[in-house]
């Protein structure tokens, strides 16, 4: 090799280094003492991540400290340059209904500018991060794949990376606990805003755990990533054992068992002719259809197997069905009771729960359940049992991936 030719190599290594981005960098409080929010574990380090940078927080009313202070309020109290807020579905203040898109405000609290991720885009735009240097996320998830704070965290990384900003996660934990790994993969096709990553339907992962693996195995392109751990969370832990207050994610997960219903039942009520209590009762806390006979349907239930899960009859205005009651910690899967609740109330339709699917509506279900396996699947009469054995191959293989993310 010519001396010319080893300055060419030396420089290439040197410009690739220098282009590079840098791997995840992981913050940590001390292990040992109570449980604390990696926000709180931050703040306990007096904000220093964030100093002598310009702040955009991606956050919502689920975004409050241990002692239950809104982040936005805690850092500019604690003099974080904090200069935009970015909102996802359901706006800041999470009142606004699934699907509803919303425009940019200004904050009454703050006084600053809420630029929309769920209105004319769900990707901050150039523009929308010109002002900061570090994007922070801080928003309570609920640990099924279909719900969308995932999804606004994802393509908010991708942005960050496309324009060169900094991207840091404050982990807060799943409640339902990190050991569940549940239900089918998303084909490539249906890949949607409701199916953004490629986990299973329950992926047992923090929200920081999440953009590490995102990172790792090429999700998205990679930014300069920071992410915050909690103190004093382990993988059994679900958000009963926490000593936290809930708060309302968004208007259909009201306390903290709504995200074992929705997770029960979410898939469910996608189809035609559902009830799942969401305007009368507990929201996704039934299984119903329209002419269901409410003793059948729960004599059919008890019959599957379900250990930990409560099954009572109920039925209001032509629809007839089961009241689900949980133990948090119950062994069952909650993807599985989706797909075995559905496939009874189809055949106690004869059928109509998936026949009558159509247009928009199908579209929908199918991106929730990753393909358009179970709408043909069900439509064909494959058994419930079937269909959730099918998925063990890739929830296996899914456990041994995400296992060098793990951070608890």
Known sequence: MTVVHRFVLFVSVLLLAACATPPPEVFSGAQSGPFRLGLDVLAG??????????????????????????????????GVNLVALYAPEHGIDGTLGAGRKFGNQRD???????????????????????????MVFDIQDIGCRSYTY??????????????????????????????????????????????????????????GELAMMACG?????????????MQGWGRNMVWQDLGLGWRRTSPNIP??????????????????????????????????GAGVNPQAMAEACRRMGFPGVGFTP???SGFGGVKLSFNPRTSASL????????????????????????????????KVYGSDLLY????????ASRIVASWAGFENSFRVRRQRYLLY
């Not at 709504?258 to 009762?281: C, E, N, Q, R």
Request: glycine content about 12%; proline content about 7%; some cysteine.
């Open 217 to 229: 195995e090429g999700w998205v392109k990679r930014p300069h990533l920071h992410v915050v751990k």
């Open 255 to 288: 306390n903290a068992m709504s995200p074992f219903y929705y997770v029960a039942t979410g898939i469910l009520g996608g189809a035609a002719g559902v009830d799942v209590g969401i305007g009368w009762g507990e929201p996704f806390g039934h299984a119903g």
């Open 376 to 383: 043909k699947d069900l439509r064909r009469g494959v058994p």
């Open 108 to 134: 009454s609290a703050t006084g600053l500018p809420i630029y929309s991720l769920y209105g004319a885009t769900r990707k901050p735009t150039p523009q929308m991060l010109a002002g900061i240097d570090m």
């Open 45 to 78: 380090n007096s904000y220093d991540l964030l100093r002598g940078k310009r702040i955009g927080l991606i956050t919502n009313q689920t975004s409050v400290t241990g002692s239950g202070t809104s982040t936005r309020v805690a850092m500019k109290r604690a």
């Open 335 to 366: 993807t599985a009771l989706d797909v075995y609740l559905l496939a009874e109330i189809n055949r106690q339709t004869q059928g109509a729960a998936m026949a009558r699917l159509r247009g928009d509506q199908l579209s929908l279900f199918n």
């Open 314 to 316: 109920y039925s209001r």
């Open 150 to 207: 995932i999804s606004t965290m994802i393509v908010s990384m991708e942005a960050c990376a496309e324009n060169g900003k900094e991207f840091t996660v404050l982990d807060r934990p799943n409640p339902l606990g990190g050991l569940r790994v549940e239900g089918p993969p998303v084909s490539p096709s249906w890949k949607s805003f409701v199916s953004q990553v490629p986990t299973p339907y329950v992926h047992g992962m923090t929200v």
